[in-house]
T-cell receptor
Framework: KQEVTQIPAALSVPEGENLVLNCSFT??????LQWFRQDPGKGLTSLLL?????REQTSGRLNASLDKSSGRSTLYIAASQPGDSATYLC???????????FGKGTRLSVIA | NAGVTQTPKFQVLKTGQSMTLQCAQD?????MSWYRQDPGMGLRLIHY???????DQGEVPNGYNVSRSTTEDFPLRLLSAAPSQTSVYFC????????????FGPGTRLTVT
């Protein structure tokens, strides 16, 4: 059974720092991996989708990498801002007939 | 496009009452799903549908029913509400189940007393 783990559960950094959020998964047979952002009391917003054949995806200050063989993905946020404060979740789309599997998220606080 | 919409935003039920959470999308997505989100438990899949007329159970289906009579709508029914169903419910959709970006609705916060 596919399991997704995100460490740390919470992270606090000063404004301007570059930071990395980690996501690991137990089964390397995946179609894709998706990073989401969730603001308090809100739904999930998709940030980046990495196909299984890709190594990384970039959007603005965000860069997500994928290493299927080691079962890891990282989300790199450059020059963090207080507006980046949110919970970040990763989810994998397993191969076969099973739906998305989510990690429990990393709660990020960027302090001005 | 309105994307994925959910109603109501908030609901309070008494134990034993029934209700339907509404979910609609206007992106012609085949795949729709319902999740519940609880502190410390993360997102757990309740039911999903790969197309009109087709539904299947997720990780935590007990106490919930779904139907998919149209591509656009995927309502979630609570048959007899229990305090354990107090949660935030999210509906999501994607073009197909595999290999496509998931879009989430804003959620319904349900409290069962």
């Amino acid at each position: 059974k596919q399991e997704v783990t995100q460490i740390p559960a919470a992270l606090s950094v000063p404004e301007g720092e570059n930071l990395v959020l980690n996501c690991s998964f137990t089964d390397s047979a995946i179609y894709n991996l998706q990073w989401f952002r969730q603001d308090p009391g809100k739904g999930l917003t998709s940030l980046l989708l990495i196909q299984s054949s890709q190594r990384e995806q970039t959007s603005g200050r965000l860069n997500a990498s994928l290493d299927k063989s080691s079962g890891r993905s990282t989300l790199y946020i450059a020059a963090s801002q207080p507006g980046d404060s949110a919970t970040y979740l990763c989810a994998v789309s397993p191969s076969g007939n099973t739906p998305l599997v989510f990690g429990k998220g990393t709660r990020l606080s960027v302090i001005a | 496009n309105a994307g994925v919409t959910q109603t109501p935003k908030f609901q309070v039920l008494k134990t034993g009452q029934s209700m339907t959470l509404q979910c609609a999308q206007d992106m012609n997505h085949e795949y729709m799903s319902w999740y519940r989100q609880d502190p410390g438990m993360g997102l757990r899949l309740i039911h999903y549908s790969v197309g009109a007329g087709i539904t299947d159970q997720g990780e935590v289906p007990n106490g919930y029913n779904v139907s998919r009579s149209t591509t656009e709508d995927f309502p979630l029914r609570l048959l007899s509400a229990a305090p354990s169903q107090t949660s935030v419910y999210f509906c999501a959709s994607s073009l197909h189940r595999d290999n496509y970006e998931q879009y989430f609705g804003p959620g319904t916060r349900l409290t069962v007393t």
